[in-house]
């Protein structure tokens, strides 16, 4: 009976896993040891020297000419969109991403217009997209185009390098450039089995995301040619987002790009582990299958909605973020191990039964 109650008492105190985000990831000990002697300087003076290393290092490694370190990827975007547009024209972007449905800051900010365009798995219809660059009339002028992968909305999709290759070219031979709202391109890369600039390489701006699967504590980097940088600097602090002794962050970006990515691909297999024992789990639920690390569940079929679903399974040990009515968001990243999958298996297979 004692080992019993033993058993039991680990079982309770044991971690929940948290599946909501990739954002929920923790410096590792070289973050620490890198922010502990990061050279520091004034980055809104002459510059903090950590952070323009960094600036380079990630502007390198996506294939662009300048980098500009940013408190955070929402910021990345909007700066691109501000300093690649003037007020009264407009953006295009397939119409589930994330600049569009969660951000729309330059939108808020200068009256630019976005014009969301119908797309599959995050890849906009390129013959929309030819009919949304036309500009004749009393349509606006196309300002920017973006896209994004691996895309968020779309369970982590990525997007074909042919397609993003010819959005790339349907913009430039109008004169428009192109923005990728890059916050996992790492991912995407990884997918894919090439390098971050070969994807970054169809697109003139990109932003990267450093704190998701990077496991970074904060900050991204827009990357792009020195003109368009030179400019989002600027509008970086109208912003309030210049940073003093900032290097002391950047060290930890530094690690993030320059050590994380290579590790990528276990998330992934990890989402496609958990994504196939829940579709053989249980009939009323069903997975996406990721291409990434992020799995949407579809609990329809249940019966029950997914803020039901989210708080049993937080009571069973396992944050599942609601994603819409219907369905779950699961998002694997360095903290979740094979064990931690297992685990959250056999609390979606109780909740299962208890919602029944």
């Known amino acids: 009976m004692a080992h019993q109650n033993e058993t039991n008492s680990a079982a309770v105190e044991l971690p929940p896993i948290d599946l909501r985000s990739d954002t929920v990831t923790k410096p590792t000990g070289a973050m620490y040891a890198r922010m502990a002697s990061a050279p520091l300087g004034d980055d809104g003076l002459d510059g903090d020297p950590t952070a323009r290393e ?25 700066l691109a969109t501000l300093a690649q547009s003037e007020r009264s024209e407009q953006v295009i972007l397939e119409s589930a991403a994330h600049m569009y449905v969660s951000e729309r800051g330059a939108a808020t900010f ?17 013959d929309l997209l030819e009919d949304a660059l036309q500009g004749e009339g009393l349509k606006l002028k196309t300002a920017l185009v973006a896209m994004e992968t691996s895309h968020n909305n779309a369970s982590g999709a990525v997007l074909p390098l042919e397609h993003m290759q010819a959005v790339h070219a349907m913009a430039s031979s109008r004169g428009v450039p192109v923005h990728v709202d890059g916050a996992r391109i790492f991912n995407a890369a990884t997918a894919l089995g090439v390098a971050p600039d070969q994807v970054a390489t169809h697109c003139d701006t990109v ?6 699967g990077l496991s970074a504590p ?72 990721p291409q990434t690390n992020i799995v949407q569940v579809d609990v329809s079929r249940s019966g029950r909605g997914s803020a039901a679903w989210s708080e049993a399974l937080e009571k069973a040990g396992v944050k599942a973020r609601p994603w819409g009515k219907q369905r779950l968001r699961c998002v694997t990243h360095r903290h979740i191990d094979d064990a931690a999958i297992d685990r959250a298996v056999t609390a979606f297979r109780t909740v299962a039964g208890a919602l029944a």
């Not at 490694?61 to 500009?68: H, M, N, P, T, V």
């Open 54 to 78: 960094l600036e380079a290092v990630a502007a390198a490694a996506l294939g662009k000419e300048a980098g500009l370190f940013v408190p955070s990827c929402t910021m990345a975007n909007l």
């Open 110 to 126: 200068t009256g630019l217009f976005y014009l969301p365009v119908a797309g599959t798995a995050g890849a906009m219809d390129l």
């Open 207 to 212: 932003a990267l995301c450093l704190s998701k």
């Open 218 to 289: 904060a900050g991204a980097v827009l990357a792009g040619p020195r003109a368009v940088i030179d400019r989002s600097r600027r509008f970086r602090r109208m912003l309030g987002g210049s940073q003093r002794q900032i290097g002391v962050l950047a060290a930890a970006g530094l690690e993030a790009v320059q050590v994380m990515g290579q590790r990528l691909a276990e998330d992934h297999r990890r989402a496609r582990a958990l994504s196939d024992a829940l579709n053989k789990m249980h009939p009323e639920v069903s997975a996406t299958i």
